[in-house]
């Protein structure tokens, strides 16, 4: 049986939709997951991830 409620552990390459910094919670713009390393503290909880945008 699996947990439902597991928290998904993204990989290198994953393109996953989350928070919007620029135009705040409730919007949401697509993040490309650089890294997320096995062996690093935090594996599966924090990431190293970027986003595009058309403001400076």
């Not at 910094?21 to 991830?49: C, M, V």
């Given at each position: 049986?699996?947990?439902?409620?597991?928290?998904?552990?993204?990989?290198?390459?994953?393109?996953?939709?989350?928070?919007?910094?620029?135009?705040?919670?409730?919007?949401?713009?697509?993040?490309?997951?650089?890294?997320?390393?096995?062996?690093?503290?935090?594996?599966?909880?924090?990431?190293?991830?970027l986003?595009?945008?058309?403001?400076?």
């Amino acid at each position: 049986m699996t947990d439902e409620k597991a928290t998904p552990i993204f990989e290198r390459g994953d393109v996953v939709y989350g928070d919007d910094p620029f135009k705040g919670e409730e919007d949401a713009r697509p993040w490309l997951t650089l890294s997320n390393h096995d062996d690093r503290s935090f594996h599966g909880e924090q990431y190293i991830a970027l986003t595009l945008t058309t403001k400076s």
